[in-house]
């Protein structure tokens, strides 16, 4: 094994064992998984993972759970779930949403897909059809509750995460509907305002709202059942110490959803809650994400290595500058907090400019589409006025092009691999990698445009802005890090810090952009890297800003709901 592919194949090693880890989590017991697709309301194909438990055959029912993630996620999502859920014998659909993951488009529609998901579920001759119980989280909790309201007789009980009856998008609850119902309502979630009227979520017992569902005048006891399991009326609030995303991972949140269907279910297996082995899927996808980069990484590096790309192979002598001084750290400091100080703006802006369209259907893509082609903008401005040495980085076009394409299409095949041997994709929490569906990889070549405008433009302005003469390799990776990555994790820290102590974000007006803004710490800090390991190698910005530009376009036209059909 030579020097050049030495990188890539620790990447594919290091794959290998997060999805092998991956697998055997949730395949754990002898459960089987199996990906669909079924026609629902109106002729919309939607796609669900389908989990079976060992022995369950059509005469050997099993109760069936229908799961749903929430708004610009997907199925995996609620993995965490499924996986605890099947263990204990459920028979459980992860489906994706109208216009989520592999689900036509449009998001909203048909119940969420909601209706068509229960009765694909209960359709199945392997399901317990009295036996029936439904869970969702934030938006997939008005999918389950879309379904409740269709069929009122089809289920028994039903769990929300993180989510609420009544508007803006589910029927308004009572004592009578909906049967059986868990509300697990995170003490440090976002959403408290939209789902319960509450700025703070720890004052989520004290909910008008709530407290009419639960059939009470003064604030709701977390943990106190109210009603009858029997008849139907049963009602029950948990409050877990987590946030609204970190319902996905938190054992406390996903243990009250084992318990509630445990006690309102019939033939399940007693597992404890407690015993709860989803986590090491999660470091599996996780160790797979974190391979995936080191691929990349290594495929590059055994690409340049050939004879093909042999004049793309430069390393850079000096730098923008001599030392740090304070010019340094002023470009420093503008290029992490400009795109924080522009992030609620321009998106509002993206969201009022650009609605959902056939040519730009994703509207939260395009949100981030416009805010990164204005902070590029920015940054090439800001390169005229904070000039440093001048540097020749900008290299062979068609070649870096090239090179992006070998580099990222080698890492899509690992991906599609995964994916179809193992029904695992690359993920941790919200921060999630899969391939796209034929609709997507349409959808992804327009937006392809505007990132890669924002990828040369930044990119450009990092390493002719940045650069240091005579910086080690680790202050030159650390140092682009920074830069890309500090506003975010110094903006995550304000909103948390305050959610943790003053119960609400500092900024709470958009809460869900701010849990969108999750992702760009972790995504910034990949840019970076995969940035800098290719100017280190070649001289030139341009090979990274063409990887950049079509990993986190996948990345993010994969990840993001549908809002306009496309065909």
């Known amino acids: 094994m030579n020097k050049s592919t030495r990188l890539f194949h620790l990447g594919w090693v290091i794959i290998l064992v997060g999805v092998l880890l991956a697998h055997f989590i949730q395949t754990s017991g002898g459960i089987s998984i199996r990906d669909i697709r079924f026609n629902g309301t109106n002729g919309q194909v939607l796609s669900g993972l389908l989990y079976v438990p060992p022995g369950v055959s059509a005469d050997n029912k099993a109760p069936g759970i229908l799961a749903v993630h929430g708004y610009i996620n997907s199925r995996e999502t609620q993995s965490g779930f499924a996986i605890e859920y099947a263990r204990r014998g459920y028979v459980v659909l992860a489906l994706d949403q109208s216009g989520h993951g592999y689900s036509d488009a449009p998001a909203f529609a048909n119940g969420f897909g909601g209706p068509a998901g229960l009765s694909y579920l209960r359709s199945l001759d392997i399901v317990d059809v009295d036996n029936i119980g439904l869970e969702g989280h934030s938006m997939g909790g ?127 297996q007693a597992i404890p809650a407690g015993d709860q082995i989803w986590l090491w899927k999660e470091i599996g996808t996780l160790i797979a994400l974190a391979g995936f980069v080191v691929l990349l990484a290594g495929t590059f590096e055994m690409l340049l290595g050939t004879q093909a790309f042999a004049n793309l192979r430069k390393q850079p002598v000096t730098g923008a500058h001599a030392a740090r001084n304070g010019k340094w750290w002023l470009v420093f400091a503008l290029s992490a907090f400009v795109p924080v100080l522009t992030y609620f703006l321009f998106l509002g802006w993206g969201a009022q400019l650009l609605p959902g369209s056939a040519l730009l259907p994703q509207t939260i893509t395009s949100q981030i589409a416009f805010w990164a082609v204005l902070n590029g903008m920015i940054v090439f401005g800001l390169g005229f006025v904070l000039k440093g040495e001048k540097l020749d980085a900008r290299g062979n076009v068609l070649g870096s092009v090239l090179i992006a394409l070998a580099t990222v299409g080698i890492g899509y095949l690992f991906v599609l691999a995964a994916d179809f041997l193992f029904k695992v994709d690359f993920r941790f929490w919200v921060v999630a990698l899969k391939p796209m569906s034929l609709v997507q990889a349409k959808i992804a070549l327009v937006y392809l445009v505007p990132f890669t405008l924002f990828f040369v433009l930044a990119l450009r302005g990092l390493h002719k802005g940045l650069s240091v003469t005579g910086d080690s390799r680790a202050k030159q990776y650390l140092s682009n890090i920074g830069a890309l990555a500090l506003g975010f994790l110094v903006f995550l820290a304000i909103q948390y810090g305050n959610l943790l102590f003053a119960g609400h974000l500092f900024m709470f007006s958009d809460p869900l952009m701010t849990v969108v803004a999750i992702q760009f710490l972790p995504l910034m800090a990949i840019i970076a890297f995969l940035s800098t390991f290719t100017y280190r190698r070649t001289g030139s910005y341009l090979p990274g800003a063409f990887i950049n530009a079509l990993f986190v376009t996948w990345y993010i036209v994969a990840g993001q709901a549908t809002q306009f059909p496309v065909s």
Do not use: C
């Not at 409740?148 to 929300?160: E, F, R």
């Not at 319960?196 to 977390?222: C, I, M």
């Not at 877990?240 to 269907?261: M, Q």
């Open 142 to 268: 008005w999918t389950v509750l879309a379904a409740a309201a269709t069929m009122p007789d089809a289920y028994k009980a039903v769990v929300l995460e993180g989510s609420s009856t009544g508007a803006p998008f589910a029927q308004e609850g009572s004592t009578e509907w909906p049967r059986n119902l868990a509300v697990v309502f995170s003490k440090y979630d976002e959403f408290s305002q939209l789902m319960w009227g509450v700025d703070r979520a720890q004052d989520v017992a004290q909910s008008t709202k709530l407290q009419a569902v639960f059939g009470t005048n003064e604030a709701v006891v977390p943990g106190q059942v109210y009603g009858d399991i029997a008849a139907g009326t049963a009602r029950l609030l948990q409050t877990p110490n987590t946030t609204h995303p970190g319902d996905h991972i938190s054992p406390e949140a996903i243990g009250y959803s084992i318990d509630w269907l445990a006690q309102t279910l019939e033939g399940a």
